[in-house]
T-cell receptor, first 114, second 112 residues
Framework: SQQGEEDPQALSIQEGENATMNCSYKTSINNLQWYRQNSGRGLVHLIL?????REKHSGRLRVTLDTSKKSSSLLITASRAAGTASYFCATVPNYGGATNKLIFGTGTLLAVQP | DVKVTQSSRYLVKRTGEKVFLECVQD?????MFWYRQDPGLGLRLIYF???????EKGDIPEGYSVSREKKERFSLILESASTNQTSMYLCASGPRGNQPQHFGDGTRLSIL
């Protein structure tokens, strides 16, 4: 399977704390994306980092990418209870052409306690 | 905002039935995708389409087919539903190029 893996599978923190989740993947990539999924809903895109970038910020999100280790991390600072959700990384492999085919990780379930 | 609409949030069907799941997007995206999501397995790609009447198999196409007669609409068909197809089905669309995908809210399908 080409599927990526995420670590940890589940994470519980208090409101105001930071949350870090990691993603490992297997193929050479064009970019890596992070998505959030609230319970019973579809996925929402959070941030995209290209293979030639090492770090990217968006609001309270910080993403890093290490292509030599085929890994990425997502840091959410000052988490809020509304941030309780599953978080997925997804990679666009270099062989994907223009179809934007994504390979998803298995997800991290984040619980933010109020 | 991009809107991807799936025809049903919940659906219950019987084994052997032919099941149609419909998806419509309003952003003129070239690419459309069908995934299934199962606990512990993440999202797995069933089929995708990069243009009208064009389709390609994803990672788990067995037991499924698709139809894309119009750019905005992408249908997933379970030819003869089986209990192992009970799952959450997610549709997504995206523009050409390596851009993010936009997802519908999913259809939770139960096959009895």
């Amino acid at each position: 399977s080409q599927q990526g893996e995420e670590d940890p599978q589940a994470l519980s923190i208090q409101e105001g704390e930071n949350a870090t989740m990691n993603c490992s993947y297997k193929t050479s990539i064009n970019n890596l994306q992070w998505y959030r999924q609230n319970s019973g809903r579809g996925l929402v895109h959070l941030i995209l980092i290209r293979s030639n970038e090492r770090e990217k910020h968006s609001g309270r999100l910080r993403v890093t990418l290490d292509t030599s280790k085929k890994s990425s991390s997502l840091l959410i600072t000052a988490s809020r209870a509304a941030g309780t959700a599953s978080y997925f990384c997804a990679t666009v492999p270099n062989y994907g052409g223009a179809t934007n085919k994504l390979i998803f990780g298995t997800g991290t379930l984040l619980a933010v306690q109020p | 905002d991009v809107k991807v609409t799936q025809s049903s949030r919940y659906l219950v069907k019987r084994t052997g039935e032919k099941v149609f799941l419909e998806c419509v997007q309003d952003m003129d995206h070239e690419n459309m995708f069908w995934y299934r999501q199962d606990p512990g397995l993440g999202l797995r790609l069933i089929y995708f389409s990069y243009d009208v009447k064009m389709k390609e198999k994803g990672d788990i196409p067995e037991g499924y087919s698709v139809s894309r007669e119009k750019k905005e609409r992408f249908s997933l068909i379970l030819e003869s539903a089986s209990t192992n197809q009970t799952s959450m089905y997610l549709c997504a669309s995206g523009p050409r190029g390596n851009q993010p995908q936009h997802f519908g809210d999913g259809t939770r399908l139960s096959i009895l």
